[in-house]
């Protein structure tokens, strides 16, 4: 089956720069999408088709693909910005994935 | 507003039956899929399974396939994610989610808490 990997955390000073990637398995790729979770609330959707930021997201929040890897981007990182982020893509079967997680802790 | 309303929280005893419900307004609720996620107690999401309420064709996720069954009613915008036999290890948080503009899934519901103990 199609798996997505991340870092389980990323330690980052406000201001600065957080980048979290998701490494997949298997080609070919297809789009990316990333979702943020903060504690007890429902995922919100950041980033889609791997750069693209739904309206309402803020633009230091950013996306980027190479190969089999995506990375999602925070600069200017804010303490808002503290919580679990979820890479999703689908394989050529229509089967969707989320990645493995990563938790943002904002120092 | 695009919206997605689930049902209220579940205490359930293994064994027993279980339909939980995922409403959505403000959109066509028949031409865009909607999908389950099911997020354990202090762990990642997972992906069930998907339907289109236009015609209802399901694809499920080959870790959920025969454990679940997803449908929808399009006359009442209800998305429908159902266990006939529960376990304990159904306890999690359950969300749905469209797949609304973006690929992706753009609105999610506010998630529905299932509890199986005995």
């Known amino acids: 089956s199609y798996e997505l990997t991340q870092p389980p955390s990323v330690s980052v000073s406000p201001g600065q720069t957080a980048r979290i990637t998701c490494s997949a398995d298997?080609?070919?790729?297809?789009?990316a999408y990333w979702y943020q979770q903060k504690p007890g609330q429902a995922p919100v959707l950041v980033i889609y088709?791997?750069?693209e930021r739904p309206s309402g997201i803020p633009e230091r929040f950013s996306g980027s693909s190479s190969g089999t890897t995506v990375t999602l981007t925070i600069s200017g990182v804010q303490a808002e910005d503290e919580a679990d982020y979820y890479c999703?893509?689908?394989?050529?079967?229509?089967?969707?994935?989320f990645g493995t997680g990563t938790k943002v802790t904002v120092l | 507003e695009v919206q997605l309303v689930q049902s209220g929280a579940e205490v359930k005893k293994p064994g027993e039956s279980l339909k939980i419900s995922c409403k959505g307004s403000?959109?066509?609720?028949?031409?865009?899929?909607i999908g389950w996620v099911r997020q354990m107690p202090g762990k990642g999401l997972e992906w069930m399974g998907i339907?289109?309420?236009?015609?209802?064709?399901?694809r499920y996720s080959p870790s959920f396939q025969g454990q679940v069954t997803i449908s929808a009613d399009k006359s009442i915008s209800t998305a429908y994610l159902q266990w006939s036999s529960l376990k304990a290890s159904d306890t999690a948080m359950y969300y749905c989610?469209?797949?609304?503009?973006?690929?992706?899934?753009?609105?999610w519901g506010q998630g529905t808490l299932v509890t199986v103990s005995s």
């Open positions: 989610a469209s797949l609304y503009s973006s690929g992706g899934f753009d609105y």
């Open positions: 403000g959109y066509s609720f028949t031409s865009y899929w």
């Open positions: 339907i289109y309420p236009g015609d209802s064709d399901t």
């Open positions: 298997a080609l070919p790729k297809q789009y």
């Open positions: 088709k791997d750069s």
């Open positions: 999703q893509s689908a394989d050529s079967s229509g089967t969707y994935v």
